[in-house]
């Protein structure tokens, strides 16, 4: 199993452009979330899916939007990319019959708005 | 919105020394879960705990959940360089969230 798998690993954009970000999952985990992590913060959680067409808002969703066409894959778009956006972004899934949701997590992608 | 405060924020130490390091809510959580990630890698779970006043542990790590399930704490015994990372709390209040706290960056000097 490769886990959880993010591409790209490092991008920059410019002001105004847009991009998506990829997740994908070989675990057949319902759960996936995608956090942001900003220098010497903790992850806050932007969006999340409790399966595939379910999607949900997190605590800072603005700027982004999320779809789950299938169990494996959940692409994060960002629209008009702003400088406030520049963060390490997180995909995570979690497993039905959990009741704790311990979460996996990919190896990230770092995104620098300029 | 649930608040979990971590702390210290940064602790560096000698390799060999122990250290605690605290996770508190005003909140009950109905479970807590310990991460550690590494520069450039994604967070790694350690262990959860559940129940009130438990005490897991993991080689020289020992974890424990306050009797209240409002506060955590996570023990390293003879700290090792490779013990060396962000530690995160991240606290589920019943639903298929987490809340995490703002870690606490440890360095183990050798």
């Known amino acids: 199993n490769a886990g959880v798998t993010q591409t790209p690993k490092f991008r920059i954009l410019k002001i105004g452009q847009s991009m998506t970000l990829q997740c994908t999952q070989d675990m057949n985990h319902n759960y996936m979330y995608w956090y942001r992590q900003d220098p010497g913060m903790g992850l806050k959680l932007i969006y999340y899916?409790?399966?595939?067409?379910?999607?949900d808002k997190g605590e800072v969703p603005n700027g982004y939007n999320v779809s789950r066409s299938t169990t494996e894959d959940f692409p994060l778009r960002l629209e008009l990319a702003a400088p406030s956006q520049t963060s390490v972004y997180f995909c995570?899934?979690?497993?039905?019959?959990?009741?704790?949701?311990?979460?996996?997590f990919g190896p990230g992608t770092r995104l620098t708005v300029t | 919105t649930q608040l979990l405060e971590q702390s210290p924020q940064f602790l560096s130490i000698q390799e060999g020394e122990n250290l605690t390091v605290y996770c508190n809510s005003s909140?009950?959580?109905?479970?807590l879960q310990w991460y550690r990630q590494e520069p450039g890698e994604g967070p790694v779970l350690l262990v959860t705990?559940?129940?009130?006043?438990e005490v897991k542990k993991l080689k020289r790590l020992t974890f424990q959940f306050g009797d209240a399930r409002k506060d955590s704490s996570l023990h390293i015994t003879a700290a090792q360089p490779g013990d060396t990372g962000l530690y995160l709390c991240?606290?589920?209040?019943?639903?298929?969230?987490?809340?995490f706290g703002t870690g606490t960056r440890l360095t183990i000097i050798p």
């Open positions: 909140s009950v959580f109905s479970s």
């Open positions: 991240a606290g589920n209040f019943g639903n298929e969230k987490l809340t």
């Open positions: 899916s409790v399966g595939a067409g379910i999607t």
């Open positions: 705990v559940v129940t009130g006043g």
């Open positions: 995570a899934s979690s497993y039905l019959g959990t009741s704790s949701y311990e979460q996996y």
